[in-house]
């Protein structure tokens, strides 16, 4: 078995996390809980023992608690080996660190396994869209600084990618969406410090150690304006985020099954109410016309 690379320094993570704990910019962890709230909603079950994992994992209880989808919730923390027991919850949420994990599908595999038969699973994450323009305006200020690239954001997947660790995690109807969240800022300096408010600055194994360039942030920022203006707010820079949702149950005797492909035992034409017409044929009354519509 492979170990996967390593991608967090958890220690320089916690460190993060903590120094954004005492005044925490938590405006997307409550746009991302919202949206998970709506979707708990639809859902015709009650469920009776759901748990959340992530630094933030309180917060995102006390919302849902607020908006009467779930009545409490047992919390657990984002490590590589989650603090869950076996088929204990119908419930897990993974609250907006996926991100952070070196094995995403560790991750999965683990909350399936702590989920009951039939239980559901709903992961959120940041997708690649997040901070494109941050990433932009750093790799272009830092090559011209010291002509090369250091990892200063983490990466994070493509909608189509993450959707396939639902599948390699084992659960059934999976499905991925993403919620893109348009935000606005005086400058990329105030966004950099809304990051470190929500503990999501660099703490990246492989990130440079060394004391960055003086100029670098400055040059970033008067990219990051002529480049990124936000469209309808003059003087004010735009930034994206786009949450990611992955959701899936642990699978089950019983459980509704997709259909396969050419499986359909109804047909298109009973459904519209219309004649069906063999390929090559056409309907009475009508033919061939010539070019002037005769």
Same mark, same amino acid.
């Given at each position: 078995?492979?170990?996967?690379?390593? +991608?967090?320094?958890? %220690?320089?993570?916690?460190?993060?996390?903590?120094?954004?704990?005492?005044?925490?910019?938590?405006?997307?962890?409550?746009? %991302? %809980?919202?949206?998970?709230?709506?979707? $708990?909603?639809?859902?015709?079950?009650?469920?009776?023992?759901?748990?959340?994992?992530?630094?933030?994992?309180?917060?995102?209880?006390? /919302?849902?608690?607020?908006?009467?989808?779930?009545?409490? *919730?047992? $919390?657990?923390?984002?490590?590589?080996?989650?603090?869950?027991?076996?088929?204990?919850?119908? !419930?897990?949420?993974?609250?907006?660190? /996926?991100?952070? *994990?070196?094995?995403?599908?560790?991750?999965?595999?683990?909350?399936?396994?702590?989920?009951?038969?039939?239980? +559901?699973?709903?992961?959120?994450?940041?997708?690649?869209?997040?901070?494109?323009? !941050?990433?932009?305006?750093?790799?272009?200020?830092?090559?011209?600084?010291?002509?090369?690239?250091?990892?200063?954001?983490?990466?994070?997947?493509?909608?189509?990618? +993450?959707?396939?660790?639902?599948?390699?995690?084992?659960?059934?109807?999976?499905?991925?969406?993403?919620?893109?969240?348009?935000?606005?800022?005086?400058?990329? !300096?105030?966004?950099?410090?809304?990051?470190?408010?929500?503990?999501?600055?660099?703490?990246?194994?492989?990130?440079?150690?060394? &004391?960055? &360039?003086?100029?670098?942030?400055?040059?970033?920022? *008067? +990219?990051?304006?002529?480049?990124?203006?936000?469209?309808?707010?003059?003087?004010?820079?735009?930034?994206?985020?786009?949450?990611?949702?992955?959701?899936?149950?642990?699978?089950? &005797?019983?459980?509704?099954?997709?259909?396969?492909?050419?499986?359909?035992? *109804?047909?298109?034409?009973?459904?519209?109410?219309?004649?069906?017409? &063999?390929?090559?044929?056409?309907?009475?009354?009508?033919?061939?016309?010539?070019?002037?519509?005769?």
């Amino acid at each position: 078995m492979t170990t996967p690379p390593r +991608l967090t320094d958890r %220690a320089a993570l916690a460190l993060r996390r903590a120094r954004a704990a005492r005044d925490p910019a938590d405006f997307l962890h409550r746009a %991302a %809980a919202a949206e998970v709230s709506d979707r $708990l909603a639809e859902v015709n079950r009650r469920f009776t023992r759901p748990a959340i994992v992530g630094p933030m994992a309180a917060l995102w209880r006390e /919302l849902l608690v607020a908006d009467g989808v779930i009545g409490g *919730a047992a $919390l657990a923390e984002d490590a590589e080996v989650l603090d869950l027991v076996p088929e204990a919850h119908d !419930l897990l949420i993974h609250a907006l660190a /996926l991100h952070w *994990a070196d094995d995403p599908v560790g991750q999965l595999v683990q909350m399936r396994h702590a989920l009951a038969p039939d239980g +559901l699973m709903i992961a959120a994450q940041f997708g690649s869209r997040s901070l494109q323009e !941050l990433r932009a305006s750093l790799s272009e200020a830092e090559l011209a600084l010291r002509g090369g690239l250091s990892p200063r954001i983490a990466p994070m997947g493509e909608i189509r990618d +993450l959707g396939g660790l639902l599948q390699r995690a084992g659960f059934a109807l999976p499905v991925a969406d993403a919620l893109v969240l348009p935000v606005t800022y005086p400058d990329a !300096l105030a966004l950099m410090r809304d990051l470190r408010a929500m503990g999501e600055s660099n703490a990246l194994a492989a990130r440079d150690r060394r &004391p960055p &360039p003086r100029a670098l942030f400055a040059r970033a920022a *008067a +990219l990051y304006a002529r480049n990124f203006p936000a469209p309808d707010d003059p003087g004010r820079i735009l930034a994206t985020a786009e949450i990611v949702l992955l959701t899936g149950w642990k699978p089950a &005797p019983g459980q509704p099954q997709p259909l396969r492909p050419g499986s359909a035992r *109804a047909r298109l034409a009973d459904a519209l109410g219309t004649a069906e017409i &063999p390929a090559g044929e056409t309907v009475a009354g009508t033919g061939d016309r010539d070019n002037d519509g005769n």
